[in-house]
């Protein structure tokens, strides 16, 4: 797979699939679980990349500056470019401190 999704099964080699529309499931945790909920389905293009969720679910909190999470797919840690490929679970998770 390195970065992108598996292939669909049945469509041939050199298809360009369509950009369509794909439903990923995203935990969030301390603040931005307070400022969007603890666990959303959020619909993206099929391609679309963690900088793309985190654009979409900071378009979500109306303003409200949030601290830039570290992002994990599927219990792993994902980079910016990662692509999320339909049915990843992403964990929204930001820095944390405490004593």
Same mark, same amino acid.
């Not at 979500?60 to 990662?82: E, F, H, K, S, W």
């Given at each position: 797979?390195?970065?992108?999704?598996?292939?669909?099964?049945?469509?041939? #080699? *050199? !298809?360009?699939? +369509? /950009?369509? @529309?794909?439903?990923?499931?995203?935990?969030?945790?301390?603040?931005? #679980? *307070? !400022?969007?909920? +603890? /666990?959303? @389905?959020?619909?993206?293009?099929?391609?679309?990349?963690?900088?793309?969720?985190?654009?979409?679910?900071?378009?979500?909190?109306?303003?409200?500056?949030?601290?830039?999470?570290?992002?994990?797919?599927?219990?792993?840690?994902?980079?910016?470019?990662?692509?999320?490929?339909?049915?990843?679970?992403?964990?929204?998770?930001?820095?944390?401190?405490?004593?």
């Amino acid at each position: 797979m390195a970065g992108g999704c598996p292939a669909i099964p049945w469509a041939p #080699a *050199d !298809a360009r699939p +369509p /950009r369509v @529309a794909m439903t990923t499931t995203v935990l969030l945790f301390a603040s931005w #679980a *307070d !400022a969007l909920g +603890p /666990r959303l @389905a959020v619909e993206l293009p099929e391609g679309a990349q963690v900088a793309d969720l985190l654009r979409e679910l900071s378009s979500r909190t109306t303003g409200r500056a949030l601290p830039d999470p570290m992002v994990a797919i599927n219990q792993r840690y994902a980079p910016a470019a990662q692509v999320i490929c339909a049915g990843d679970e992403v964990a929204i998770i930001p820095p944390v401190a405490g004593g």
